[in-house]
């Protein structure tokens, strides 16, 4: 086996990592209680690299986890912790006065072993539940409120009324969900790393069986043609919990950024937006660019409002007008009409030819820069 210099021991101080190159591969190097080692760099994940990671004394050995979403390697064997089967490869090292050699090939091979993920086959394999026929209603409502000192919510009300009239007028499948009723936590920014952190399915969703975004993902992408989404205004703003939900659908426009796969395809999203004082359209325009980013198409008008003005703050009365005024009957109404309208349209499109006008990975400015630490 040959054996090739890449870095010198002063580079490699002790408690230390590096990431070289060996021909073509990336390798970590540690330095940790007098010994170097070296293991591949590519997570068997999803290639997050592991020389950036964290080393810690765990599960009776020294551990690196990867920085991307934690998967953990033992930075001698390359084995994954207890109850894991996956084997990262492993170099051979030498010291020969100051200079760290490292074998040019592995001398154990890296193995991905089966990870079940079988909750998850439908996401993964994107079983589309809609058909040419069906008429897939989604109500999302993102007020947030103590189900325990339940209030009348005037967004949530007009979402109920809205979904209550595609039923009996049109047959329509509706569902509803409560996004505060949902236990789902807050994305935690693996973009930030690298655009192949982010990853489909969500690596949240991945790690935490419980996380109530899995429901949104399978109704929204999945099963509904309809989105329709309903808000507060709070402080000129849609609901703080529409913006955790929206954080965490990164997952599904960056499946353009990353392979050219539009995960939204000819559905219509349509909006709730109500409010004791106004922005209401300012609200509209937030929504509605994240709605065609993700591929959402809108009927025309496809947000129904209601406010009182920006001296409205006897908020009680807000709720006494609301109920009695048929404008949001109406509305709500004919916005499901022209939603319905809208939808029977695009079912006839082929979306076989529907492109996303997006960035791509390789329309970064940076495309030709390597990053020396990537794998990618
Ligand atoms: S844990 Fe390493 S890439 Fe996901």
Same mark, same amino acid.
């Given at each position: 086996m040959d054996f090739i210099k890449v870095a010198s021991l002063s580079e490699l101080p002790e408690g230390s990592s590096k990431i070289v190159k060996v021909k073509n591969s990336k390798v970590a190097l540690f330095h940790f209680d007098g010994k170097v080692t070296a293991i591949g760099n590519a997570c068997l994940h999803k290639g997050g690299p592991l020389g950036l990671g964290c080393v810690e004394k765990k599960h009776g050995g020294t551990f690196v986890a990867c920085p991307w979403h934690g998967w953990e390697y033992n +930075?001698?064997?390359?084995k994954a912790p207890p109850g894991y089967k996956d084997q990262q490869s492993v170099y051979e090292i030498k010291i020969e006065d100051d200079v760290i050699l490292i074998s040019e090939e592995p001398i154990v091979q890296s193995i991905k072993a089966t990870h079940d993920l079988s909750d998850l086959a439908d996401l993964i394999d994107l079983k589309y539940q809609t058909t040419g026929t069906s008429l897939n209603i989604l109500g999302i409502s993102t007020t947030n409120m103590n189900d325990n000192l339940a209030r009348f919510s005037t967004s949530e009300n007009a979402l109920e009324k809205a979904l209550a009239y595609a039923t009996e007028k049109y047959g329509a499948e509706t569902k509803m969900i409560k996004l505060r009723q949902l236990n789902f936590r807050h994305c935690e920014g693996y973009y930030s790393q690298h655009m192949n952190a982010c990853t489909w399915p969500c690596s949240i969703t991945e790690m935490d069986a #419980? *996380?109530?975004m899995t429901q949104v993902y399978r109704d929204m992408? @999945?099963?509904? *043609?309809i989105v329709l989404l309903a808000t507060p205004i709070r402080w000129g703003n849609a609901s703080s919990l529409y913006y955790k939900m929206a954080e965490r659908l990164n997952t599904v426009q960056n499946q353009i950024t990353l =392979?050219? =796969? +539009? @995960? +939204? #395809? =000819?559905k219509v999203a349509a909006f709730i937006i109500t409010g004791g004082q106004d922005n209401i359209q300012s609200v509209a325009g937030q929504l509605m660019w994240f709605f065609t980013d993700l591929g959402f198409v809108f009927p025309p008008f496809s947000f129904v409002g209601w406010s009182r003005g920006w001296t409205a703050e006897d908020m009680d009365k807000n709720v006494l007008q609301f109920k009695k005024s048929d404008y949001i009957k109406r509305t709500t109404e004919e916005m499901i009409d022209n939603c319905i309208e809208t939808i029977s349209q695009i079912k006839k499109m082929n979306t076989i030819k529907i492109i996303a006008p997006k960035p791509h990975r390789q329309d970064s400015l940076s495309v030709d820069i390597e990053n020396p630490d990537m794998n990618l």
């Amino acid at each position: 086996m040959d054996f090739i210099k890449v870095a010198s021991l002063s580079e490699l101080p002790e408690g230390s990592s590096k990431i070289v190159k060996v021909k073509n591969s990336k390798v970590a190097l540690f330095h940790f209680d007098g010994k170097v080692t070296a293991i591949g760099n590519a997570c068997l994940h999803k290639g997050g690299p592991l020389g950036l990671g964290c080393v810690e004394k765990k599960h009776g050995g020294t551990f690196v986890a990867c920085p991307w979403h934690g998967w953990e390697y033992n +930075i001698e064997t390359g084995k994954a912790p207890p109850g894991y089967k996956d084997q990262q490869s492993v170099y051979e090292i030498k010291i020969e006065d100051d200079v760290i050699l490292i074998s040019e090939e592995p001398i154990v091979q890296s193995i991905k072993a089966t990870h079940d993920l079988s909750d998850l086959a439908d996401l993964i394999d994107l079983k589309y539940q809609t058909t040419g026929t069906s008429l897939n209603i989604l109500g999302i409502s993102t007020t947030n409120m103590n189900d325990n000192l339940a209030r009348f919510s005037t967004s949530e009300n007009a979402l109920e009324k809205a979904l209550a009239y595609a039923t009996e007028k049109y047959g329509a499948e509706t569902k509803m969900i409560k996004l505060r009723q949902l236990n789902f936590r807050h994305c935690e920014g693996y973009y930030s790393q690298h655009m192949n952190a982010c990853t489909w399915p969500c690596s949240i969703t991945e790690m935490d069986a #419980k *996380d109530g975004m899995t429901q949104v993902y399978r109704d929204m992408v @999945l099963w509904a *043609d309809i989105v329709l989404l309903a808000t507060p205004i709070r402080w000129g703003n849609a609901s703080s919990l529409y913006y955790k939900m929206a954080e965490r659908l990164n997952t599904v426009q960056n499946q353009i950024t990353l =392979n050219k =796969n +539009i @995960l +939204i #395809k =000819n559905k219509v999203a349509a909006f709730i937006i109500t409010g004791g004082q106004d922005n209401i359209q300012s609200v509209a325009g937030q929504l509605m660019w994240f709605f065609t980013d993700l591929g959402f198409v809108f009927p025309p008008f496809s947000f129904v409002g209601w406010s009182r003005g920006w001296t409205a703050e006897d908020m009680d009365k807000n709720v006494l007008q609301f109920k009695k005024s048929d404008y949001i009957k109406r509305t709500t109404e004919e916005m499901i009409d022209n939603c319905i309208e809208t939808i029977s349209q695009i079912k006839k499109m082929n979306t076989i030819k529907i492109i996303a006008p997006k960035p791509h990975r390789q329309d970064s400015l940076s495309v030709d820069i390597e990053n020396p630490d990537m794998n990618l």
